[in-house]
């Protein structure tokens, strides 16, 4: 059971399986969790703002120079591109010899600018080797579950596929409802329930998953509708876990499904394509659904 009370109206989780809630009356520092928050950053935003520092430290380097007009021989009197350019050049060790500090003042600042400018190379080089090396899965969700029956009985399916060539090792599946309930009492909780799959556990997940829960008495589904699950603001949340073969590390993947997601009486098309050329599997048929 969940300790958030629900907010009566719209999923929780997005197709990434991430809150889509808003926070508010959370306090917290600045720089909290700054280096986490780099990790996650995008690549593009991560360079974008790796380039502004960059360029802002020597920026205002360039302007601690301009205090003391002899503080670097060699450049244009009043030229502020001059001194950037040399920020730059000492900022990074090149120094071309253009440009050189000639002052005590010009000296000290030089002094404390190659420091920084080698302090930020080091944390720049470490959080850039940590994301390239950060492990992740990817794992393609269908965008639709079904329910179905399969062997006699209503099921409930999902489908994923592994879109690297490695294999995930020791591979485990776990999906869960989470619904509005309200108690005796007449409180409103998101709970959850665990959904037992017919097999929660692959070797090997090499090529595509079908993840399958038998709807008999015993589970929450039993009787469920697309319109009850709508009004009880259900999401099917689905988790695998396990070893990538190549890099030797744990990776991860989650995606939800809402009640607009799941499709009654439908069921996937098949994905392995036979002809003369032998079996293939067609990725671009992961989503697609038929009648049952």
């Known amino acids: 059971m969940s300790d958030r009370t629900s907010s009566g109206a719209g ?37 974008l703002m790796l380039f502004g520092v960059y360029a802002a430290i020597t920026a205002i380097f360039a302007g601690l120079y301009a205090l003391d007009a002899g503080a670097v021989s060699g450049v244009r009197p009043g030229s502020f591109a001059d001194l950037f350019f040399f920020s730059v050049e000492t900022f990074a060790t ?17 002094i404390f600018e190659a420091f920084v400018g080698m302090l930020a190379i080091a944390l720049a080089t470490g959080l850039a080797f940590s994301k390239f090396s950060h492990a992740t899965a ?20 999902l489908r994923m596929a592994n879109a690297r060539d490695s294999q995930i090792a020791q591979a485990q599946l776990r999906v869960i409802l989470l619904r509005d309930e309200t108690t005796v009492e007449g409180h409103v909780l998101r709970r959850m329930h665990d959904l037992p799959l017919v097999r929660d556990w692959s070797p090997a997940f090499a090529l595509t998953w079908m993840a399958l829960h038998r709807i008999d008495a015993s589970s929450v589904l039993a009787g469920a509708t697309v319109e009850s699950l709508a ?53 671009g048929k992961l989503d697609e659904i038929e009648p049952a």
């Open 11 to 47: 999923r929780f989780l997005d197709r990434e399986g991430r809150t889509v809630l808003a926070y508010v009356g959370r306090t917290s520092a600045p720089l909290a969790d700054v280096y986490h928050r780099l990790l996650r950053m995008p690549w593009w935003r991560f360079v």
């Open 94 to 110: 090149i120094g071309y010899g253009v440009f050189a500090p000639q002052s005590l003042y010009g000296h000290v600042v030089v």
């Open 138 to 157: 990817r794992v393609l969700w269908s965008r639709h579950a079904v329910v179905t029956r399969f062997e006699g009985a209503p099921v409930l399916m």
């Open 231 to 283: 009004a009880d603001n259900a999401e099917i949340v689905a988790s695998l876990i396990g070893i990538d073969e190549t890099l030797g590390q744990t990776v991860h993947a989650r995606t939800s499904y809402g009640a607009s997601d799941i499709h009654f009486g439908m069921r996937f098309v098949d994905v392995i394509e036979r002809g003369p050329w032998g079996r293939r599997l067609n990725y």
